[in-house]
């Protein structure tokens, strides 16, 4: 299969907020205005018809039409499977469940999309050295990534983040850096150590194209659904790069004429202990405050703040979703009860999106007859040594 440059229908980049746009083709960060950048496409069905995916191989690059013109740093990532949850659709009493189980990416988790694009386009562009502010998983990806390219790799970790994940990043041969606090904290200390080294910011929606390989789990979902989308989408959301992509993704498959205007409601899942988006969801905020003193053993969620959080609001609302905080306890019943019932060892961020869909269900919410996707990010075997002590709710 020819690789993404020689099919890439890349047109521009152009900010969130502004509306500015900027060449494709060379070293981006953010606007000029502090907003993220995203990649635009020439779209139109006789550019990329849908029947051109046949017979590529189920990775995250089969879709190079719609992604960054360069030649793949890749793992093998994407193509991950979409699992029917019949037992906990029969607990919840619903027709329709499904898990879309992203820990089997390399280095265990969904951040491997995100970074892959990310990665393969710093290596295209020249960048030398690579840094970022990690809670865990996205450091892994971007030692293994920046490995794969030969770039070197440094990566700023809260000192308290598990044990396995610095033995990760000092097996990939990155630069670990132990920052007391939070991972905003880490990307203060990030900046202030940067000066002068050259290491570019890979940090969450800081460069243009790690939000790429992270759409590609909503065409994903909406080729193993036969295009059909589903009702309700639950998602962790930290940074939400996934829930931004997503949305981005449909939007451009509709431009594609793949699917039509129906959307899947998003739901953002947070942990109560740390839920920015969820307070400025339900005070009707377009932008969310910082979450003062964040607690929860679920380090993908721990993010006080984001930069995308208006892009993650008008997501939600533009598609009739909503925010939900789960407690410490409900994240681990759940977890547990994807094990036990599905046999799926999720993270403590995927057993937050099913302690939410009950949630919802419960309330009424949702239709026990709707289709749902409940996300599990990662690995739960990354968080077996976890002791920290956080108290429930």
């Given at each position: 299969?020819?690789?993404?440059?020689?099919?890439?229908?890349?047109?521009?980049?152009?900010?969130?907020?502004?509306?500015?746009?900027?060449?494709?083709?060379?070293?981006?960060?953010?606007?000029?205005?502090?907003?993220?950048?995203?990649?635009?496409?020439?779209?139109?069905?006789?550019?990329f018809p849908r029947e051109s995916?046949?017979?590529?191989?189920?990775?995250?690059?089969?879709?190079?039409?719609?992604?960054?013109?360069?030649?793949?740093?890749?793992?093998?990532?994407?193509g991950t499977p979409l699992l029917p949850a019949p037992r906990i659709a029969e607990e919840l009493r619903m027709e329709s469940v499904w898990i879309k189980e992203e820990s089997l990416n390399p280095t265990g988790s969904f951040k491997a999309r995100g970074l892959a694009a990310a990665v393969t386009m710093a290596r295209e562009l020249g960048v030398r050295a690579l840094a970022i502010p990690s809670a865990g998983n996205a450091g892994s990806a971007l030692a293994a990534y920046g490995a794969a390219a030969g770039i070197p790799v440094h990566v700023f970790l809260p000192e308290d983040t598990p044990p396995l994940f610095f033995h990760e990043l000092e097996t990939y041969g990155a630069v670990a850096h132990r920052v007391a606090g939070t991972i905003r904290d880490c990307a203060r200390e990030m900046q202030a150590r940067s000066k002068g080294e050259g290491w570019f910011d890979m940090s969450t929606l800081k460069e243009p194209y790690r939000i790429e390989g992270k759409k590609t789990?909503?065409?994903?979902?909406?080729?193993?659904?036969?295009?059909?989308?589903?009702?309700?989408?639950?998602?962790?959301?930290?940074?939400?790069?996934?829930?931004?992509?997503?949305?981005?993704?449909?939007?451009?498959?509709?431009?594609?004429?793949?699917?039509?205007?129906?959307?899947?409601?998003?739901?953002?899942?947070?942990?109560?202990?740390?839920?920015?988006?969820?307070?400025?969801?339900?005070?009707?905020?377009?932008?969310?405050?910082?979450?003062?003193?964040?607690?929860?053993?679920?380090?993908?969620?721990?993010?006080?703040?984001a930069l995308g959080d208006f892009l993650i609001l008008r997501g939600v609302r533009e598609t009739g979703g909503t925010a939900v905080a789960v407690s410490e306890?409900?994240?681990?019943?759940?977890?547990?009860?994807?094990?036990?019932?599905?046999?799926?060892?999720?993270?403590?961020?995927?057993?937050?999106?099913?302690?939410?869909?009950?949630?919802?269900?419960?309330?009424g919410t949702v239709r026990r007859d709707a289709r749902v996707v409940l996300f599990n990010t990662g690995t739960g075997l990354k968080y077996v040594d976890n002791t920290a002590a956080v108290p429930s709710g």
């Open positions: 299969m020819p690789h993404a440059a020689s099919r890439s229908l890349i047109s521009h980049l152009e900010c969130s907020r502004c509306g500015k746009r900027l060449p494709a083709g060379r070293l981006a960060t953010v606007c000029e205005c502090g907003a993220p950048l995203l990649a635009r496409y020439r779209l139109s069905p006789e550019a995916l046949a017979d590529r191989p189920f990775t995250l690059w089969r879709y190079p039409e719609v992604l960054p013109a360069a030649r793949p740093v890749t793992l093998g990532e994407g789990m909503g065409y994903e979902i909406a080729e193993q659904m036969r295009w059909e989308l589903p009702d309700w989408i639950f998602y962790p959301t930290g940074g939400g790069t996934g829930l931004i992509g997503m949305v981005k993704a449909f939007a451009e498959m509709e431009a594609l004429g793949w699917i039509g205007a129906k959307r899947p409601r998003m739901v953002a899942v947070q942990a109560a202990g740390c839920a920015p988006i969820v307070r400025a969801f339900e005070k009707g905020e377009d932008k969310a405050e910082v979450w003062e003193n964040p607690r929860t053993s679920a380090w993908g969620l721990r993010v006080p703040s306890e409900e994240m681990r019943d759940s977890a547990r009860n994807l094990a036990r019932l599905e046999g799926i060892h999720a993270c403590p961020e995927g057993g937050a999106t099913l302690a939410a869909l009950g949630r919802l269900v419960g309330s």
